[in-house]
């Protein structure tokens, strides 16, 4: 299965690919979506295709996406809303199944605690991919993202063999 991870962000869309094969993790690909310019409009619609672009690419098998970090900022949390609308409507168009994760849940998966920082989350993702390198830190926060729905699916996969 491949799985792309996705950390929303006006400027920057950060994105990152994996395989999942059991227990075992590989790295497929990451980078960083670009958006110029002050116009809304225009940076949502080049996001849009930069994605779209990465997905007809990679052709993931589902996709997670980091939810948005509420700040005391009202109107930069509306427009990093509307980035991480995006980031859900370019897997969905894709008819890609979707997770969403806080962030806290996602370092808590990855590092071991909700409150790690970004110089943690990126040595685990390098100790869990061997050989990585980042495109900029919004693409290994995406493959944080990535990590973190492997291993919920995974977890859901044995509850239910244990179940059945």
């Known amino acids: 299965m491949k799985i792309i991870g996705i950390d929303p962000g006006l400027r920057n869309m950060g994105w990152g690919v994996i395989a999942v094969d059991g227990p075992r993790l590989r790295h497929l690909g990451n980078g960083i979506v670009h958006s110029q310019g002050d116009a809304l409009g225009p940076r949502l619609a080049t996001l849009y295709r930069g994605l779209c672009a990465v997905i007809a690419e990679h052709a993931p098998d589902a996709a997670a996406v980091e939810q948005t970090f509420v700040n005391k900022d ?30 806290n849940a996602v370092k808590k998966t990855v590092v071991g605690v909700g409150h790690a920082a970004k110089d943690q989350i990126q040595h685990m993702v390098r100790f869990m991919l061997p050989g990585v390198e980042f495109a900029g830190p919004d693409a290994a926060d ?12 995974q977890g859901r996969r044995i509850r239910i063999k244990v179940i059945a």
Request: one cysteine or more; hydrophobic letters at 55%; aromatic letters at 2%.
């Open 74 to 103: 009202a109107v930069g949390t509306l427009k990093l809303g509307q980035a991480r609308g995006i980031a859900l409507l370019a897997p969905a168009e894709a008819g890609l199944d979707i997770g969403e994760y806080a962030p």
């Open 142 to 153: 995406a493959l944080a993202v990535a990590i973190c729905h492997a291993h919920h699916i």
